[in-house]
């Protein structure tokens, strides 16, 4: 500490100066022209001195290093040294990330890697410990964490929060399991993330009365000021799955600016790599009209108060030298990158490579029972079948009637145009338990695809029109140790690994993006729609808790009803 003192008074030399810069003070909301002094990973001064470098930043903007509020880093299908891989050089410098998928499949494995890697990168990776696990009572995770699971890692420095609660209806019900989550979160000082979309009135008065502390579902003016007047803090969300800022942008005022922060969410690897990560949600965000400023403010320090993330998220001394040069406020063409103190990335590259901790309990974990070759055969007798009906770009299905032309008193999708037959596999236990159902809307002829990747639970889901295929795609999947494969007329068409839990690869970034576009192709050259997102669409089929009609490994279920049907319509439970 002393150090830092004699560097901070000018009795040192400081590490780095960063000179001719435009300083961003998230502060005063004031743009100065001054020099930068950084000195043991933190900000020592302002104003000339001595030091043992000079950056010249060229009248460059320097601004705090950009923060996302919410993320779920399995999005990006690559482990979090390709993430940070893509991100530094966007400027983005620290995340909080819940890694609710990959915990789902792993437990607290994947809470300790996530923690190791943590340590040991120069992105600031903070968790937001999942408090949905299993996501509903309806699947079969690999994993089940309650509050004596998460407890040992609460005060972890690098732990932020508990991660959103998904499970509102379990807070307005006062399930003991939820609340006690939710009061160890608090015990420990750690702020409670929300997740409550629709949710308003009494019923939002009940949620946020636990001191659930934000929220980033909020889609619509209505849910946004009715938040915001209850104290619940507003993460802007612009993802690769959900984009709500055109929505909530203009909603932003000098008034409630203080209490707005901005999150991802989901980022695939193609976006991170083309279009970028929080810088891109700046550019957007000054596009639709809100102050560069105020958005610069809304991407560090009210990220960083509002995650409890202290010493980030502003240029001022003591806090870390987390920080970015751009061009402008306007483009936000990311120039530097520093993370405590040192230059990681420059003109969108990394300096140096980065390199991933042990993967140890996240490799290996598909686990399936034996596939008879009848495991699909899905009779229905009555010849009228319920059958989920897919919507280009929604997650929300509907709940259709069929009548159906069977072979044998077996579905046969080859029979029945516009018909698919779906399929998830139990993958974690070998249990051999499989739920079969129909699909309309996804158009695949001729093959068969199947994935790992299956919110919430990551079974093994697989779409096609003839049993041989969808058991020689599954059979693939479960060989790669998790993954993507696409067969056809006998044979693998096309593939990606995912080793990592079934969701992640530790391959480059760029690898991923090539195989997820040539699996795209052969899906969409097979019938799937172009507006149809192929392994987005098959990767929410069997998430039990969006509406109206899903398929998980125990069979179809009725969101609406809330319990399991059958798949023969002429049958009432």
């Known amino acids: ?95 909080v990330a819940d890694p609710h998928e990959l915990a789902n499949v792993c437990g607290t494995a994947a809470l300790r890697f996530l923690l190791a890697s943590a340590r040991n990168l120069p992105l600031n990776i903070f968790l937001a410990l999942p408090s949905c696990v299993p996501a509903t009572p309806f699947e079969d995770s690999g994993a ?47 702020p409670v993330d929300g997740h409550a979309p629709a949710l308003l009135g009494r019923e939002l008065d009940a949620y946020l009365c636990t001191g659930i ?9 209505e849910e946004f000021q009715e938040n915001l007047m209850r104290g ?54 000054v596009a639709l009209g809100m102050d560069p400023v105020t958005a610069v403010r809304l991407c ?57 901790q042990p993967l140890d309990g996240l490799t290996d974990t598909v686990q399936l029972a034996p596939l008879p070759s009848d495991v699909l055969a899905l009779p229905v007798p009555s010849g009228r079948a319920r ?59 001729g093959a068969a695809v199947a994935t790992s990747v299956s919110h919430d639970s990551h079974n093994i889901v697989v779409c096609g029109d003839n049993d041989a295929d969808m058991l020689r795609a599954v059979r693939r999947v479960a060989e790669m140790g998790g993954g993507i494969a696409v067969a056809g007329s006998g044979r693998i068409l096309d593939e990606l690994p995912l080793p990592v839990a ?13 195989a997820l576009d040539s699996i795209h192709a052969v899906l969409h050259d097979h019938g799937v729609p172009g507006n149809v997102a192929p392994l987005m669409a098959l990767s929410f089929m069997a998430l039990p808790v969006i509406p109206s009609l899903k398929l998980t490994a125990r069979g179809l279920f009725s969101v609406a009803d809330w319990r399991f049907v059958s798949v023969d319509a002429a049958t009432h439970h």
């Open 1 to 95: 500490m002393k150090h830092r003192i004699d560097m901070a008074a000018g009795n040192e030399p400081a590490d780095v100066l960063i000179v001719n810069a435009r300083v961003v003070d998230v502060f005063s909301g004031l743009v100065r022209q001054d020099a930068v002094a950084i000195g043991d990973g933190v900000f020592v001064g302002f104003g000339q001195r001595e030091a043992r470098e000079v950056v010249d930043a060229q009248g460059a903007y320097l601004l705090p290093g950009f923060i996302d509020a919410h993320i779920h880093l399995e999005s990006s299908m690559v482990t979090p040294a390709r993430f940070a891989e893509m991100a530094l050089p966007h400027g983005t410098t620290s995340v």
């Open 144 to 190: 089940v964490l309650q509050a004596d699971d998460l407890a040992p890692f609460m005060d972890d420095p690098h732990v932020a929060s508990l991660g959103e609660m998904m499970n509102y209806p379990g807070v307005l019900h006062a399930d003991p399991e939820v609340l006690d989550k939710i009061a160890l979160s608090r015990s420990r000082g750690k």
């Open 213 to 221: 502390a934000n929220t980033h579902e909020c889609t619509t003016a």
């Open 232 to 285: 619940c803090r507003i993460f802007l969300r612009d993802g690769s799955a959900a984009r709500n800022l055109p929505a909530l942008a203009p909603l932003v005022t000098p008034g409630n600016c203080h209490r707005c922060a901005f999150c991802c969410d989901d980022r695939h690897a193609s976006e991170l790599l083309t279009a970028g990560h929080m810088d891109e949600v700046l550019r957007k965000a």
């Open 300 to 356: 560090t320090l009210n990220a960083a108060e509002a995650e409890g993330l202290h010493g980030k998220g502003a240029i001022a001394p003591g806090f870390d030298a987390d920080c970015v040069l751009v061009d402008d406020l306007a483009s936000f063409n990311v120039r530097m990158t520093f993370a405590g103190g040192k230059q990681v990335a420059a003109e969108g590259h990394m300096l140096a490579p980065l390199s991933d």
């Open 387 to 445: 059958v989920i009906r897919l919507h280009p770009g929604s997650l929300v299905t509907d709940a259709e009637e069929h009548a159906i032309t069977c072979v044998d008193g077996l579905f046969d999708a080859r029979r029945n145009s516009g018909l698919c037959k779906l399929a998830v596999f139990e993958r974690h236990k070998a249990t051999g338990k499989v739920g079969v159902g129909i699909l309309a809307g996804y158009g695949l002829r």
């Open 502 to 514: 079934g969701l992640m690869t530790p391959e480059p970034p760029q690898t991923v993006v090539r």
